[in-house]
């Protein structure tokens, strides 16, 4: 037992160090591993596993929506990048450049791509020739290279996994819709699946995309009071269409541009998952995103008949995502592991337990035991799961809720930032010289224009001019 323990208290404290926490629970869950390649990382099975069921959620969900995958190259000769002004400007401090080819240089460097919007234009422009060719929805899934100065295993790396949405319609109203649309279901996502309650707004003319003529957001809160930006949604408009010359003929034979969206979401969402609901015992994963769901630990395994319980309860739970842990560790040892991974669901079957008809389960989120028949099981851990995804998702609900401020001045602003971290809502002018000082003298940024608007005062929080939109404000990852 002395290992047990030992175990459970090689995580730090969330309350003592929270980025020490959190890069012990990424390295003590086995979700990553450092790599030679500064800046980037190891995805190990157990966090690979939960990306291909974000990946696998997330790819049905684009789908029904009529959304196709293809796949482009991983290189962008210079010049392609550089036909979008704002576009290149935006990302040139984070590109990573090709400059050889074996020995020899090469006549023009490659970038190595950072996001694929103007190899997507390259296409459409040689793609779309007619009215009948919209609207293209394409997206990849794929990975990106961005040269951060300072990474973090999931939430900031050199090299990370991605999804990336790039659709083409013949007016601005569908693009408008389809943005707002694409958004929608990242949120829903979050909410249903990884039961993370998220904000959804819009981004200031300050944070949007480079290029973009508005950007969409959905920003979560974590554990710290910091919030993540947890996926995004862009109306490109015609912009990206005119410096690609993206034109189609519509049912008068007349030339127009298209409009185009753009939309992304990242394996910043494990991250996410992590430090919105896990604790000092680890990993605490939803159901519906656990790569295991049920861990069966038999106790006292050795003894006739234990291990074999164990296989037929495995089988009694088929139609979960569930594994029987055989290995010669002990019990305990078992039960830590399970909690340092996770998994929603523990059953312990031992000696006396098969003599009863009789099983524990063991809820990950609130540590509660309950004995159950066997002959009710299934039915057990089918409702338990349901009930550990709703606890989860309002346990995560409510300390958003108690972290989000109000501020209608300044001294109450900056003092709110400093003792309760969290969302603060106060109101903005809408000028970018407000945003920059609130983030130079507190370090909060604009997170969001909500779409649920609410008005607080008649000021803006930093000038005192006419207030035009309330704003979510936030210190960030």
Not at 38 to 61: F, S
Request: glycine share 6%.
């Amino acid at each position: 037992m002395a290992k047990d323990k030992k175990l459970v208290e090689a995580i730090t404290s969330m309350d003592v160090d929270f980025a020490q926490w959190y890069t012990d629970v990424v390295k003590k869950a086995e979700l990553m591993d450092y790599s030679s390649v500064k800046g980037c990382m190891v995805i190990k099975p157990a966090g690979y596993a939960i990306w291909e069921n974000i990946q696998g959620e997330l790819d049905r969900r684009f789908k029904e929506t009529g959304v196709e995958n293809v796949y482009m190259p991983m290189f962008i000769p210079e010049s392609l990048l550089q036909k979008e002004k704002d576009h290149v400007d935006g990302f040139a401090p984070e590109v990573a450049w090709v400059t050889h080819g074996g020995l020899e240089p090469l006549q023009e460097r490659l970038c190595v791509r950072p996001t694929s919007e103007t190899l997507f234009c390259d296409f459409y422009s040689r793609e779309i020739q007619s009215y009948r060719d919209l609207p293209k929805l394409y997206n990849q899934w794929c990975s990106v290279v961005r040269w951060e100065k300072t990474t973090r295993p999931f939430l900031r790396s050199r090299e990370f996994l991605w999804q990336e949405g790039h659709t083409a319609h013949a007016t601005a109203k569908e693009a408008e819709e389809r943005t707002e649309q694409m958004l929608n279901l990242y949120a829903n996502f979050c909410e249903e699946v990884l039961a993370m309650p998220v904000i959804r707004g819009q981004k200031t003319d300050k944070e949007k995309f480079a290029g973009a003529e508005a950007t969409y957001t959905i920003e979560a809160l974590m554990h710290d009071g910091k919030a993540l930006q947890s996926g995004t949604s862009h109306n490109f408009g015609d912009g990206f269409a005119k410096a690609f010359e993206i034109q189609y003929s519509d049912k008068e034979n007349k030339l127009s541009y298209v409009h185009q969206t753009s939309w992304g979401l990242s394996t910043r969402l494990i991250g996410g998952i992590i430090m919105v609901h896990g604790d000092d015992n680890g990993l605490v994963l939803p159901p519906k995103i656990a790569p295991v769901q049920v861990i069966i630990v038999p106790v006292q395994q050795q003894k006739e008949g234990v291990l074999d319980k164990a296989l037929e309860l495995k089988g009694m739970l088929s139609n979960f995502r569930v594994k029987v842990d055989d290995s010669d560790k002990s019990p305990g040892w078992k039960f830590s592991e399970s909690e340092m991974r996770g998994i929603p669901i523990r059953v312990e079957i031992g000696p006396r337990d098969i003599e009863q008809n009789q099983a524990v389960l063991v809820r990950r989120d609130t540590h509660e035991k309950i004995m159950v028949s066997l002959d009710e099981l299934d039915q057990q851990v089918r409702d338990l799961l349901d009930d550990i995804q709703k606890n989860m998702y309002e346990k995560a609900k409510n300390h958003r809720d108690e972290h989000t401020s109000e501020a209608t001045d300044l001294a109450t602003f900056t003092k709110t930032v400093e003792e309760k971290p969290g969302f603060v809502k106060a109101m903005w002018c809408g000028c970018q010289e407000c945003e920059d000082q609130i983030k130079e003298s507190t370090g909060a940024t604009s997170r969001c224009i909500p779409f649920e608007q609410k008005t607080l005062s008649d000021t803006c929080i930093c000038c005192g001019k006419p207030a035009v939109k309330m704003v979510y404000w936030g210190r960030a990852y």
